[in-house]
Structures are given as structure tokens and as C-alpha cells.
């Protein structure tokens, strides 16, 4: 299947810090979705996008649709510990593709 | 109640060798998936049935042939093993093609 490039790639952050990862396509989406995957662990739905120009929050994570429904970033205020893993977006489309990830770790 | 379960967890096995792993889903989702993680963490779809049916299967190698015995469960098997199918293979099932998904734990093979 395609692969979809996130940026960025990695991401070290001191604790406290904030983080934010994009997902970009080159077709319009029929909707996106955001996953967290802990070390060791499995992918994790965190939450779906299907409006143009859509925002989404939940506590620290703001999740945000473009208007021309391309791409997408999800932002993380003030990291702590128990953000570290690596975050995936979805593509809703036929091919069922995931991002390439962004792997985030905290720095205490 | 573990709502999509794998097993095995951890599969080790020589090369040339037949294995399969088995998915289950307790959800009453419509819709799996077998998605395959290498060691640079891409997700990349392999297969979905949607009620039994196969309705994606990507550029696999017919090594590796899935089995939906009824919509709770998908099964994988995998024939003559090679090296570069060492991986983390997930399941996954979500209630249609445009709803999030809820994955197993993971099964990581290793082929020696």
C-alpha cells in the first residue's frame, strides 16, 4: 500500500514542552484518523476527523482538519511522560493507508 | 474481555516453515483487517474482509493467505516462511471502511 509522509520523523521534547505532527495528502480525504502507539504496544484510536476545517480536542491534544480536507496536525500542550510513543494519521480512503509515523520521546 | 485477540503472541520459526496466526473479535464489527509492521514501524495493509468477503488485498505474496470463517474471526496463514517476513502483524476489525479501528495486541514473527 502507499505510505503517507508524517513530519516530522522524530521528535525529542523536554518534558513540559509542546509537539505537533502533520500529516499532508495529495487527494482530499474522506475523513482522517489519529492512532498512538506505545512502545511495545499496539496502535490506539484517538480520534476521527471528517469535517472540513474540523477541531477536535481532548485535554491536552488538539486535532485539526484542513479546510480543503488535504491534511491534518495533531498538537500536544505541555508533553508529559505518558505522551512518549509514536502517533499515526489514516487515511479513511480505499487504500486504508497510515502515515509513516512521528515518534515522540520526552526528555524528563 | 480482550475485545480483538491474537495468538500467538510471539512466534519464532525456521525458514521454509507453514504458520498461522489466528484473530478473533468479540466487537460484532463488520470489518478486519491484517496490517504488517516492519522494524521501521510502517503500518501497511495486507488484507480486510468486510462480512466475510475479501474487499482489499494489497500486493501480497500468495505465501500469505487469509481466511474469514465467519465475521469474527480472520485467521492468517503464512507458506515457506522467508526471512523478510519477519515482522509485527496486527489485526484489526472497526464497524465499517470509515470508522476507527480497534487492534490486537500484535504477533511478532521471527524468521530464522
Known amino acids: 500500500g502507499q505510505q503517507v509522509m508524517q513530519i516530522p520523523q522524530y521528535q525529542h521534547v523536554q518534558e513540559g514542552e509542546d509537539f505537533t505532527t502533520y500529516c499532508n495528502s495529495s487527494t482530499t480525504l474522506s475523513n482522517i484518523q489519529w492512532y498512538k502507539q506505545r512502545p511495545g504496544g499496539h496502535p490506539v484510536f484517538l480520534i476521527q476527523?471528517?469535517?472540513?476545517?474540523e477541531v477536535k480536542k481532548q485535554k491536552r491534544l488538539t486535532f485539526q482538519f484542513g479546510e480543503a480536507k488535504k491534511n491534518s496536525s495533531l498538537h500536544i500542550t505541555a508533553t508529559q511522560t505518558t505522551d512518549v510513543g509514536t502517533y499515526f494519521c489514516?487515511?479513511?480512503?480505499?487504500?486504508?493507508?497510515f502515515g509513516t509515523g512521528t515518534r515522540l520521546t520526552i526528555i524528563p | 474481555d480482550t475485545a480483538v485477540s491474537q495468538t500467538p503472541k510471539y512466534l519464532v520459526t525456521q525458514m521454509g516453515n507453514d504458520k498461522s496466526i489466528k484473530c478473533e473479535q468479540n466487537?460484532?464489527?463488520?470489518?478486519m483487517y491484517w496490517y504488517k509492521q516492519d522494524s521501521k514501524k510502517f503500518l501497511k495493509i495486507m488484507f480486510s474482509y468486510n462480512n466475510k468477503e475479501l474487499i482489499i488485498n494489497e500486493t501480497v505474496p500468495n505465501r500469505f493467505s487469509p481466511k474469514s470463517p465467519d465475521k469474527a474471526h480472520l485467521n492468517l496463514h503464512i507458506n515457506s516462511l522467508e526471512l523478510g517476513d519477519s515482522a509485527v502483524y496486527f489485526c484489526?476489525?472497526?464497524?465499517?471502511?470509515?470508522?476507527?479501528?480497534?487492534f490486537g495486541s500484535g504477533t511478532r514473527l521471527t524468521v530464522v
Open positions: 466487537l460484532g464489527h463488520d470489518t
Open positions: 489514516h487515511f479513511g480512503n480505499e487504500k486504508l493507508t
Open positions: 484489526a476489525s472497526s464497524q465499517g471502511l470509515n470508522y476507527g479501528y480497534t
Open positions: 476527523l471528517v469535517k472540513s476545517g
